[in-house]
């Protein structure tokens, strides 16, 4: 039997419970295990985690544990790892991608999701996962990834934004909230075909989706996205 200590700093103590926060946490193992596996173990998921320290020297997540270690881990900073950013949201998580999409974020989402399909569509394409459930963020082919700690989609929204650093680099009308394909402006001429008789009267600028040809204009979301934009601001 071999025993490490280890240390996790800042929001990483959101995974712990209560008792086992913000104090050194004493790990029992057998054989060969990572710093990573033995992490998990204990609650926390490795795309949360960033610097790692063992015995004060800087080390890695897959270092393989030795008896007596003492391990440090720091949170992963505030930032986008890529840009820009893009992201892919699990099933659950419908109004939070209508919201990253107002504010025209690259968000890709289905409501039949399965663990494995985002999985493997993670494999193929590089975007941060954003769930609650941190096993999923677990699984290997998870790189990037945040687990969302409230439930309240607006508070997630602001998480998000936090998190990856995003009040810097919203575009507004720029992506369709139903498919995630960025918007054209069109000339109204081309849709007033397709408009209520009291849009057609009060409004002249207009965006289409050339993917599922949803028309976006200032009445329809303006009123919410500049709400939004106002809580993030603030
Ligand atoms: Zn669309």
Redesign the pocket.
């Known amino acids: 039997m071999s025993t490490a200590t280890f240390i996790f700093l800042g929001r990483l103590n959101d995974f712990l419970p209560r008792d086992r926060k913000d104090q050194p946490i004493e790990v029992t193992f057998r054989g060969r295990q990572s710093l990573k596996h033995l992490a998990e173990s204990l609650g926390v998921p490795h795309p949360e985690i960033g610097r790692v320290e063992v015995n004060g020297l800087n080390s890695a997540l897959s270092a393989i544990t030795q008896n007596g270690d003492r391990a440090t881990l720091h949170p992963l900073p505030d930032g986008c790892p890529f840009d820009p950013p893009r992201f892919l949201l699990d099933c659950h998580l419908g109004r939070l991608t209508s919201y990253l999409r107002m504010l025209g974020f690259d968000c890709l989402y289905r409501n039949d999701y399965t663990d494995k399909g985002i999985a493997a569509s993670l494999e193929s394409d590089k975007r941060i996962l954003l769930t609650r459930d941190r096993r999923l963020l677990m699984r290997k082919s998870v790189v990037y990834g945040y687990c969302l700690r409230s439930l309240n989609s607006r508070q997630q929204l602001l998480e998000v934004v936090r998190r990856f650093e995003l009040a810097g680099r919203v575009t507004p009308f720029h992506r369709?909230l139903?498919?995630n394909?960025p918007l054209e402006p069109v000339d109204k001429s081309m849709i007033i075909d397709r408009l209520e008789p009291l849009t057609k009267r009060y409004f002249d600028e207009f965006h289409l989706?050339p993917?599922?040809g949803?028309i976006y204009w200032k009445g329809s979301h303006y009123e919410q996205m500049t709400k939004l934009l106002e809580e993030i601001r603030g």
Do not use: E, K, L
Request: with cysteine; hydrophobic share 10%; proline share 0%.
């Open positions: 369709c139903r498919c394909h989706c993917a599922c949803q």
